[in-house]
């Protein structure tokens, strides 16, 4: 309740280009911002593209990445999520997360 979150994720300590997602706080504007996970494949361009030049690399003190590794953990406040599945009947529109065996994303890893 103090930071007023509805829904947060469980996070662990990620060296520098594992392949594990990454919790980052993406900033588009003022006022658009989201803490979301970023694939480990999209990590590392993504901070090359917005200025950090050396891209995903771990802090010299601790030795891991200062993005946390996403463990598919969630956590819901019970009110607005009891709220969602009432409004929605509790269904939700499916989504993938493909891992691909070649750049052309034409096959699939096993």
């Known amino acids: 309740d103090e930071l007023g979150l509805t829904m947060n994720s469980i996070a662990v300590p990620r060296r520098a280009k594992q392949a594990i997602g990454g ?42 990445s200062p993005f946390p590794g996403n463990i598919n953990q969630l956590l819901f406040k ?22 691909y065996a070649d750049k052309a994303k034409t096959v699939f890893k096993k």
């Open 78 to 99: 019970l009110e607005p999520y009891v709220a969602a599945l009432e409004r929605t009947d509790g269904a939700m529109p499916d989504f993938v997360n493909p891992k």
């Open 23 to 64: 919790i980052a706080r993406l900033v588009k504007g003022p006022g658009e911002e989201r803490t979301i996970n970023v694939e480990y494949n999209q990590l590392d361009p993504l901070l090359r593209a917005t200025g950090h030049a050396d891209g995903d690399v771990n802090d010299a003190q601790t030795g891991y």
